[in-house]
């Protein structure tokens, strides 16, 4: 089975630049989170979804941050404007709602704002 | 207070050994209860759930204490694949998972 599928893997680019990650949650998943890890903060949720409505997204550290998610099948976190203190490994991950079920986790975009 | 707070480690121990790590959690509502596994610069990686009577995964042993808000994880004649950070995870209503800053183990040789 496919599991959580991001893309990019990576991405550098220079501040100012619009930046947009991709994820495609584990087919049947229900809820969809955005994490982003640093050394400093460790693993933070941003916002997360639940049957395509956004349900909270208390972590989303500014307005330069947006997600959406349009269908049961696809999210993007947006960061526009882009700013060097972005730089983190950003996490999707997806999970089905019922009785807390546990999160599987897309292999990250590691992003680097020069 | 963190939510979610767990030994600091580094925790450096021989092939062989047993391992214990610790966590505890301050919201007495919280329904669900993880421990992951994260290798560096991967993504983590679900470990065990944790239930309230313990559970056993081949050499691996979660504890839950629901009085104390207290989990732990056991891991009897370490490998050095088991070599990661180990993070503990509690989840709340509606499904929002809290982690824990996670706790680095090195198994040496």
């Known amino acids: ?114 | 207070r963190k939510e979610v707070e767990q030994d600091p480690g580094p925790f450096n121990v021989p092939e062989g050994a047993t391992v214990a790590f610790n966590c505890t959690y301050s919201n007495s509502a919280s329904q669900s209860f993880f421990w992951y596994r994260q290798d560096c610069r991967k993504e983590p990686k679900l470990l065990m759930s944790v239930y309230s009577s313990g559970n056993e995964d081949g050499r691996f042993t979660a504890q839950l204490n629901r009085a104390s808000q207290y989990i732990s994880l056991l891991i009897r004649d370490s490998k050095l694949s088991d070599s990661a950070t180990y993070l503990c995870v509690v989840s709340n209503q509606g499904g929002k998972l809290i982690f824990g800053q996670g706790t680095e183990l090195s198994v040496k040789p």
């Not at chain 1, 960061?79 to 730089?87: C, F, G, L, M, V």
Request: overall charge neutral; proline content about 7%.
């Open chain 1, 1 to 114: 089975d496919a599991g959580v599928i991001q893309s990019p893997r990576h991405e550098v680019t220079e501040m100012g630049q619009e930046v947009t990650l991709r994820c495609k949650p584990i087919s049947g998943h229900n809820s969809l989170f955005w994490y982003r890890q640093t050394m400093m903060r460790g693993l933070e949720l941003l916002i997360y979804f639940n049957n395509n409505v956004p349900i909270d997204d208390s972590g989303m550290p500014e307005d330069r941050f947006s997600a959406k998610m349009p269908n049961a099948s696809f999210s993007t976190l947006k960061i526009q404007p882009s700013e060097p203190r972005d730089s983190a490994v950003y996490f999707c991950a997806s999970s089905y709602n019922r009785g807390n079920q546990p999160q599987h986790f897309g292999d990250g975009t590691r992003l680097s704002i020069l």
